[in-house]
């Protein structure tokens, strides 16, 4: 019976549209542009959920800009590109101090995604890479006191958007091949 | 007591008794449940009874945009196996109730396989979260969707 069932599944499947997928969410859609202004939140960790196909943490606020006592959930990459991005599993822990510039979830949903995170007293460390190439071509990069994400050298700047990508040509910063090349040479 | 103050007790009480029965027997027919509208009327004119009995209305949402989603082989073509679960969050569950509106698979090929579309309240936002979950090792791919019924 389960391998009649099986079958007919498969059989359905067959007929369903195939989609290529060359992202999972699209951050954008739910977070807004990677340019959009961010907020900054303090909170305590509550749980972490280290997995794809997005890394999930909890926490509940304690200060900057949402009330604190609320839960709220950050959402995050991939775990692989969580770990290109220079982050551990190890890095963050239940009961944890995090401090974050993040963008609200656009449609009122308690869900964050971090434009940076500090972890008790580290240092701000960018997580995300785009955000990092647009802050850096509007010159506003250096004093937002962020550490750059470890996958910036290296990245397509294609993400970053047109207007961007130009300015940081200019600065000497894509090569040939449209690759960021940072720090500045 | 005398006896004749019993007797005259006795046709006081069944003189009264009669009256009310003959009153209430004779009632015109129209006359109840028009006085019961009236009243009726006057009731639900009452602000304290039209701010406690407003009707509820209900609304549902519109699935999310995106689907839950994931699947079985990366954009370079290579197997992505699970485990994995993909969430998205609805709405706050203080007064809506969700349900599954779709449920897509894509390369089931092995009994082992695992996929499934769930709804779920997360019991630390409050919030209904749809879920597509790939079973351990599974690499076939699907796609699930929801709405919401609120009650405001």
């Keep these: 019976m389960k391998k009649i069932y099986c079958l007919l599944l498969a059989f359905v499947a067959a007929f369903l549209p195939l ?13 807004g542009a990677f340019d959009s202004p961010t907020i900054y939140i303090e909170g305590k960790i509550s749980r ?11 926490f509940v606020t ?3 800009d949402l009330p604190a006592g609320e839960k709220w959930r950050i959402a995050s990459h991939p775990v692989q590109i969580q770990i290109d991005h220079g982050f551990a599993k190890e890095d963050f822990k239940e009961g944890d101090i995090v401090k974050m510039h993040a963008w609200k979830h656009v449609r009122g949903i308690p869900q964050v995604w971090p434009r940076a995170i ?12 785009f955000a990092d190439m647009i802050d850096i071509a509007k010159g506003t990069f250096t004093q937002m006191n962020i550490t750059a994400a470890a996958n910036l050298n290296g990245s397509p700047v294609v993400r970053a958007g047109e207007p961007y990508i130009t300015k940081l040509k200019e600065m000497g910063l894509v090569d040939d091949k449209g690759i960021m090349v940072w720090p500045a040479p | ?34 006085a019961v509208d009236a009243l009726a009327t006057q009731l639900a004119a009452h602000p304290a009874l039209k701010a406690s ?20 082989m990366g954009a370079d073509g290579k197997p992505r196996p699970g485990p994995a679960d993909d969430v998205k969050p609805l709405v706050s569950s203080d007064n809506a109730v969700c349900f599954l509106t779709e449920v897509d698979v894509k390369g089931f090929s092995d009994a082992g396989d695992q996929l499934a579309c ?18 351990d090792g599974t690499d076939a791919s699907v796609r699930c969707n929801a709405q919401c019924l609120s009650i405001q």
């Design chain 1, 118 to 129: 500090q972890i008790n007293d580290g240092p701000m460390r960018s997580n995300m890479r």
């Design chain 1, 19 to 31: 989609q290529a997928a060359f992202a999972h969410h699209n951050t954008q859609a739910e977070f």
């Design chain 2, 118 to 135: 769930r709804v779920s309240i997360d019991e630390f936002t409050g919030f209904w979260e749809l879920h597509a979950v790939q079973g």
């Design chain 2, 53 to 72: 009995f407003t009707p509820p209305v209900l609304s549902i949402s519109t699935p999310p945009e995106e689907d839950a989603w994931l699947d079985g």
């Design chain 2, 1 to 34: 007591m005398a006896m004749w103050q019993q007797a005259l007790v006795t046709v006081v009480v069944a003189a009264a008794t009669s009256f009310v029965t003959l009153r209430v027997a004779n009632q015109p027919t129209n006359e109840g449940p028009a």
């Design chain 1, 62 to 64: 304690t200060g900057g």
């Design chain 1, 48 to 58: 972490v959920q280290w997995g794809n196909p997005h890394i999930a943490i909890e």
